[in-house]
């Protein structure tokens, strides 16, 4: 089994919609971050949480959401989506004493129309 | 700001061939780690290769290896004896320690040619 989960792993959707994408992970890892990735862009950072208590803003937060459920849980959420986040998304997880590498799950494809 | 810049948008090599993708970064920061990932049609996010930045030795994972030139911030990635399953988009990219954000490259498309 993947250590790393997302689902869904393809959404399509109407702009104005809000969606949440969920994450879990089995590592047992403390750090949990989301990612989008845009061609010819890269992955940008959106949000990350070092545990359930403490979320932080990433690079490009704006018009998303994110709550840490539990240690193995981070869910992102698109409130009112537009087009413009149409993307991929992915989750990755690092453990707090070896948090130089990071984990990712399978990506989610999300389009909205 | 900490960029990561990969200059080429696409590569192609004949299978079994060496290839080397180039990757430049710009930081003031003496400590911090510098990674590639590839990722193949899958869309899996795969770790390929890690250096440290107070490591010397360029490190090395069987076919993959890297050539760090600290004082010049160069990272680059070669790839011996390409094999077909090599084909993916690679990304270079940035960790300075004790942070918690990794800073991607735009990434390098890599064919291989049968």
């Known amino acids: 089994d993947a250590d790393v989960t997302q689902t869904p792993r393809n959404r399509i959707t109407k702009t104005g919609k809000r969606i949440m994408l969920e994450c879990s992970q089995t590592k047992g890892h403390d750090r949990m971050y989301w990612y989008r990735q845009d061609p010819g862009l890269g992955l940008r950072l959106i949000y990350y949480s070092f545990d359930v208590k403490d979320i932080n803003k990433g690079e490009i937060s704006d018009g998303y959401s994110v709550s840490r459920q539990a240690q193995a849980k981070f869910s992102l959420s698109l409130e009112s989506a537009i087009p413009n986040q149409t993307a991929l998304y992915f989750c990755?997880?690092?453990?707090?004493?070896?948090?130089?590498?990071?984990?990712f799950g399978p990506g989610t494809r999300l389009t909205v129309l | 700001a900490q960029t990561v810049t990969q200059s080429q948008p696409e590569m192609s090599v004949q299978e079994a061939e060496t290839v080397t993708l180039s990757c430049t970064y710009d930081?003031?920061?003496?400590?911090?780690?510098l990674f590639w990932y590839k990722q193949p049609p899958s869309r899996q996010m795969i770790l390929v290769i890690r250096?440290?930045?107070?490591?010397?030795q360029n490190a090395t994972e069987n076919r993959f290896s890297v050539n760090f030139q600290k004082a010049a911030k160069s990272f680059s990635l070669k790839i011996s004896d390409s094999q077909l399953g090599d084909a993916a988009m690679y990304f270079c990219a940035y960790k300075k320690a004790g942070d918690d954000k990794i800073i991607f490259g735009k990434g390098t498309r890599l064919h291989i040619l049968p």
């Open positions: 930081t003031s920061e003496s400590d911090y780690y």
């Open positions: 990755a997880t690092s453990d707090a004493q070896f948090y130089n590498e990071q984990f």
């Open positions: 250096q440290e930045a107070y490591k010397q």
